[in-house]
């Protein structure tokens, strides 16, 4: 992976001095709540509910097991003992003092890390996808661009005060697994036909309040120059996008409202300029980044090793671990790992400090010390020996990080919702609990197949609830209870598609129930192999929206809901446990 | 008192604002160094151009461009940032000096805080007028926060990578040595 250099440590010690020295002048004073905001912004500082909040870039998702041990070590000296993965493959740390952060910033720096523009109007932690480097269907590496776009977007002067927040995504596989069309600007990297990279570079996707999939802006952009492309776009967002009302202020608005063909002529025009010029990458820095993600030693195995079948047979359960969260490698007898942290009962994305340290050594040991974080909340561990994924799964299950649910109905995306979020109408975590809890069981949620549940709190979609199959929205709070929007038909990657609303919202406890019907419907409805998204846009909405409101399933006897009746939410008091 | 090329000098100019009653055309634009809106620059384009003492400033949604044929003649041009958080004079200052080949001083105006200066420092502006009701003394130090930077603005205009040798992983171990 990629290690800092005495640029990198210097620009990111100065970040340090220069951060102690703002909370320094908070605390005296001398700077206003107001100006403080965007300054603690700017580095991943929130205020919210009950504490302050500090988000951790965690640039790419990649991470070291050292790195990972800092963020235990972090848990446990700053914060209650755990933090919260994210789906923009960063960390949360949720119940911070301000007093502590530049300490913990200084910590950070002790291990290459940052929280540099983790939040503001600004670009974003770049994020890609959690198999790079590792995947069979790869086309290009993106890690190295995603370094090179990290640095380049690392205190730019000209686009640190946007409009609005500014979020890129880049992968570079035949599937994209980045969700590169829900991002502000999203970058396939891949080859022409004359075997040269370069990036498709896709403009005006995001999500939020109004969820737009992006849009072709260039088929190819010659690598050497992705950042003068990229500059020029986010110049004429800087010249144009609409500063006047904050929820019409993205990226996304502006290409709308010019239509892509005009919004790419202004790029160009732009661009024109900036071509060829001293922005333009070279070979040299290309490689040189690129060196730092060069194939670690692999060893000459055998693709095929009898004792997993052997033991595979044995047990169930790790048969069930094998084809769920275990993936092919573009190596022959490496497989790739995913930790599930989605057990059900455990809030989606949380991880303890033990279980950081779990990981980390999981990753020393199987893993040449490195780990991913994934936009859907769970761990990777990229380069195991299929030889050592019996006593992996063992060890790893005693820190309960091989529930077998990846990609099935119980490894549930969710934002923090009104536990901790000053914007939220609702609870995401408790919801997200009690629906694992009702479909706990594996051989139904196998037999359901592959199909995602994405929950926000808001508007917002921290939780991407517009590109999952099943996507729940927080609407309101009302006579004492919550309320939720259930859409479907969402979808990322390749075939991404943004959710509809099946109709009015439900309460807390009624929608455990909601998503059992939706499963019925489809479990009636489905043609052979089909997935849910499959039978979804095959049949259309209308079966679904039938079954779900055709009677008052809270009459009903056997309610899955029943059996898991949640107390209203205490709004004066935030609802909280740390776990649960 | 302004910022200029990195030290605290006094500032002979002083800058005209439109109050509510006043008309781009009808304001008197007195005798002296001042710089006045762009608008008024236009309004009043015949008598103010026989003057050396006029400067010009802009709005955040007036463009370099506005001033393409009139660049080279002005000493001083400024832009006003409404609020911090504004960030199109950022884009504006790039493209006059990047693309319109200004020389002269370049001027912050406005909402002007110690924590912008580096980064407006970076697009082009060699002057800085903060917020009156602050430190002038430790709106310069802001000046100062990085001693690096990694990507191409006005200043440097060369990216980290064309002005160095980095060295890539040949020399270096990994992060879990
Ligand atoms: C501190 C708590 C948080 C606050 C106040 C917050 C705020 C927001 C807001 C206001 C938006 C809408 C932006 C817009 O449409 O312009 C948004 C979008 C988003 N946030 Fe958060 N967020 C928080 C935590 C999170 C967390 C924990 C995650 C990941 C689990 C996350 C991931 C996202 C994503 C993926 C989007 C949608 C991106 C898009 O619209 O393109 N946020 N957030
Ligand atoms: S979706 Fe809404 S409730 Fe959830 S984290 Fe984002 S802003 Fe908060």
Known sequence: MYRYDEYDQQIVNERVMQYRDQVRRRLSGELSEEEFLPLRLQNGLYMQIHAYMLRIAVPYGLISSKQMRMFAHIARKYDRGYGHFTTRQNIQFNWLKLEDTPDILADLASVEMHAIQTSGNCVRNITSDEFAGVAQDEVVDPRPYAEILRQW?????????????????????????????????????????????????????????????????????????????VESILRVYNEYGRRDNKFKARIKILVKALGIDEFKRRVEADWADLKDGPGTLTIEEVDRVASFFSDPFYETLPDHDSKLN???????????????????????????????????????????????????????????????????????????????????WQEAAEHELTTPNIGMLTDIISCPGAEFCTLANARSIPLAKVIAECFEDLDYQHDIGEITLNISGCVNACGQHH??????????????????????????????????????????????????????????????????????????????????????FMAQEEKVADKHIVEPAQYEVPYYSPRF | ???????????????????????????????????????????????????????????????????????????????????????????????????????????AIGDVLRDQLFYMHRVGFDAFAPRPDRKIEDALKGLSDFSEVYQTSFNPILPLFRRTQRKGNSTVGTLND
């Open chain 1, 467 to 552: 590109i999952g199959n099943i996507g729940i929205t927080g609407v309101e709070k009302k006579d004492h209870d919550e309320w939720y929007q259930v859409s479907i038909g969402g979808s990322e990657g390749n075939d991404s598609s943004i959710s509809k609303i099946i109709g009015p919202s439900f309460t807390f406890n009624q929608v455990p129930e909601v998503i059992e019907r939706l499963i019925h419907v489809y479990l009636r409805e489905r043609m052979e192999t089909e997935r849910f998204i499959e039978t979804v846009r095959r049949i259309g909405h209308a079966p679904f929206k039938e079954h779900v409101y055709a009677t008052d």
């Open chain 2, 1 to 107: 008192m302004i910022i200029k090329n990195k030290t605290i000098v006094a500032d002979d100019w002083t800058v005209l604002r439109l109050q509510e009653h006043d008309t781009a055309e009808d304001i008197i634009v007195s005798v002296g160094k001042v710089i006045v809106p762009l608008k008024v620059w236009r309004a009043q384009h015949e008598t103010l151009q026989q003057r050396k003492d006029i400067g010009v400033w802009l709005t955040s949604d007036e463009r370099a461009e506005d001033l393409k044929d009139d660049v080279q003649k002005f000493s001083v041009i400024a832009i006003d940032f409404p609020k911090f958080s504004d960030g199109r004079g950022y884009s504006i200052a790039y493209n006059l000096r990047a693309r319109l080949g200004y020389k002269g001083e370049l001027r």
């Open chain 1, 310 to 392: 052997e033991f595979k047979a044995d047990s169930r359960s790790f048969s069930n671990w094998l084809s769920r969260n275990v993936r092919p490698h573009r190596i022959p007898g490496y497989a790739i790992v995913v930790l599930s942290l989605k057990k059900p009962g455990n809030a989606p994305g949380d991880a303890t400090a033990e279980q950081m340290e779990a990981v980390a050594d999981l990753a020393d040991r199987y893993s040449f010390g490195e780990l991913r974080i994934t936009h859907k909340q769970n761990l990777v561990l990229a380069d195991v020996r299929q030889k050592d994924l019996i006593r992996l």
């Open chain 1, 153 to 229: 977007s690392t205190f730019h002067p000209e686009f640190a005060y946007l409009p609005r927040k500014f979020k890129i995504a880049i992968s570079g596989g035949k599937e994209d697994r980045a969700a590169i069309y829900a991002h502000d600007i999203g970058l396939a990297v891949t080859k022409n036909a004359q075997g040269e990279i370069g990036f498709r570079v896709l403009v005006g996707g995001g999500l939020g309040r109004t969820p737009i999939i992006g849009s072709e802006i260039c088929e190819f952009v010659p690598w050497q120059h992705i950042l003068t492309y």
